[in-house]
């Protein structure tokens, strides 16, 4: 599985921006899609997952209510879409995945950064 993550950019605080992620090869073994991040000087963290058998959605506390995950309906490509921005935010966006096989597999990330 290979994993394209785009979308971020710059916003002011209480702006909103949309992630998109492309996977290519062996979706057909994706069980979870989901997106972390890094924020600067900190550990990865968790965002949000979608399941592929369900799209049952969850999210982190921080996040929830403002952030939503979401799916086209290919298969091969995922949303996030960003409201009500704070600059706690701002960090390295990953897409994530992780197969029925216990695998897991990376994008290369995108920068949000959201000023005040």
């Known amino acids: 599985v290979q994993l394209q993550a785009s979308g971020g950019g710059s916003v002011q605080a209480g702006g909103s921006l949309r992630l998109s992620c492309t996977g290519t090869g062996g979706l057909h073994m994706i069980k979870t899609w989901g997106w972390y991040r890094q924020a600067p000087g900190k550990q990865r963290e968790w965002v949000a997952s979608i399941d592929t058998y369900d799209d049952r959605a969850t999210y982190a506390e921080s996040v929830k209510g403002r952030f939503t995950i979401s799916r086209d309906n290919g298969d091969d490509r995922k949303f996030l879409q960003l409201g009500a921005l704070t600059p706690e935010d701002t960090g390295v966006y990953y897409c994530?995945?992780?197969?029925?096989?216990?695998?897991?597999?990376w994008g290369q990330g995108t920068l949000v950064t959201v000023s005040s």
């Open positions: 994530h995945t992780e197969g029925w096989n216990g695998r897991e597999h």
